[in-house]
């Protein structure tokens, strides 16, 4: 299988360049590794310094939201185009275990797997020393998210929990790609277009399962709980998500802000309260 890694990336200059360490590390390496650089011309030269599989492929983006759907789109169509037939997701704050690869590329040659979703383990790291991470200590440091099934290495395990679906790390073959059609790109920003091309691969019955070995590695950074920084984009892409599904997602974020006056619910819609803002 000719093997693409996709990586959407604005900014996160240090993420990337341990990603690109990470996968030079792979004990298996990609045949190569499509960078999608939203709006930001830093990351052309940093990919060409640290890869030699590389290549970036420039994306003007909105001001207001960065369209990670249509990015990750356009990483998959160029990996397409190139002649990949395994497209392998892995967000920019992800480095890769160094069997990562291989996980996914044993449960896509298996004729029970090959036309799911496969999704693997992530762990989240504390923030790093003034050295930074150490790669070759981070698959002894795996501790996959409690919220997410971990199984043993070798282990494929069969799943229709496709809530629980995130675009952390993913891969699945081009056919299968084809066949959801990409991320829907009515949503912009942060949230809920995973969710979706989740629910898109449950309509069209397309299986998902979670691989063992497949480890990724999130590097810290800052964040909040709930993430009141993404509020608009959490609402608008909520709102579209349940005019397509009829149910909400993100549940615990959208109470959360309700409970502090963000956010208002008008029948079937809801709406930012700017004045509690």
């Not at 792979?26 to 650089?37: E, I, L």
């Not at 052309?44 to 599989?53: C, G, H, K, N």
Request: negative net charge; contains cysteine; glycine residues 8%.
């Amino acid at each position: 299988m000719k093997t693409a890694v996709i990586t959407t990336a604005h900014g996160r200059h240090d993420h990337l360049r341990r990603q690109l360490e990470g996968i030079s590390r792979s004990v298996t390496q990609p045949d190569v590794h499509v960078v999608v650089a939203m709006c930001d011309d830093a990351i052309a030269p940093l990919v060409t310094e640290r890869s030699d599989i590389g290549r970036t492929v420039q994306m003007a983006v909105p001001a207001e939201r960065l369209p990670l759907a249509a990015a990750r789109n356009l990483g998959a169509d160029t990996a397409i185009a190139d002649g990949a037939t395994l497209l392998v997701f892995l967000d920019v704050d992800c480095i890769p275990g160094p069997h990562m690869l291989d996980a996914y590329r044993r449960a896509a040659a298996d004729p029970l797997h090959t036309d799911a979703l496969l999704c693997g383990p992530v762990t989240y790291l504390s923030p790093p020393g003034p050295g930074g991470y150490d790669l070759e200590a981070l698959p002894g440091a795996a501790n996959p998210h409690p919220g997410r099934p971990a199984p043993q290495p070798n282990e494929v395990l069969v799943t229709a929990e496709y809530e629980y679906f995130w675009s952390l790390s993913f891969a699945l073959t081009a056919r299968t790609w084809s066949e959801i059609g990409g991320f829907c790109t009515a949503y912009s920003g942060y949230g809920g277009e995973d969710t979706d091309f989740a629910q898109v691969a449950a309509s069209r019955d397309i299986g998902m399962r979670w691989v063992g070995g497949a480890d990724a590695f999130h590097q810290y950074h800052p964040v909040s709980e709930p993430p009141v920084e993404h509020l608009d984009d959490i609402a608008l892409n909520a709102n579209i998500f349940r005019e397509r599904w009829g149910w909400w997602p993100m549940r615990g974020w959208l109470e959360e802000f309700t409970a502090r006056g963000l956010i208002t619910w008008r029948g079937d819609q809801l709406v930012v309260t700017s004045v509690a803002r």
